[in-house]
């Protein structure tokens, strides 16, 4: 999943997003639709896009809830990429009429 970073000397920010992250619920098994962003800056390693894009689908068929999955993509690529920092970003279809956006980062903000 991990590559060279080309510029490892300099601090500059990756943007990924994509609207295709689905899994189920876990408790209904009706499938779950999100956008995720993925923000950081990279140290040694950059993520390469094809390995990300597959990675994300495998979600599919997992019965996960919402925080859950957030914070599990986040630790994933942050122990395969070491980035400096990376925020996670779920932006979830509206399912019972409540839209949810879970949001975590590494290292953990202050405060």
Known sequence: ?????PSPDRAY??????PELTCVC???GQPDFATVRIRYVPDASIVELKSLK?????????????????NQILDDLVDALGPR???VVTDWL?????????????????G
Do not use: F, K
């Open 85 to 87: 920092s990376m925020t």
């Open 26 to 28: 876990p408790v209904t």
């Open 13 to 18: 920010e990756v943007r990924c997003e994509t």
């Open 94 to 110: 509206v399912r019972g009429g409540i839209h949810t956006v879970v949001e975590a980062s590494h290292p953990v903000p202050p």
């Open 54 to 70: 597959l990675y994300l689908w495998s979600y599919r068929d997992q019965g996960v809830y919402h925080e859950a999955v957030t």
């Open 1 to 5: 999943m991990a590559i060279a970073n």
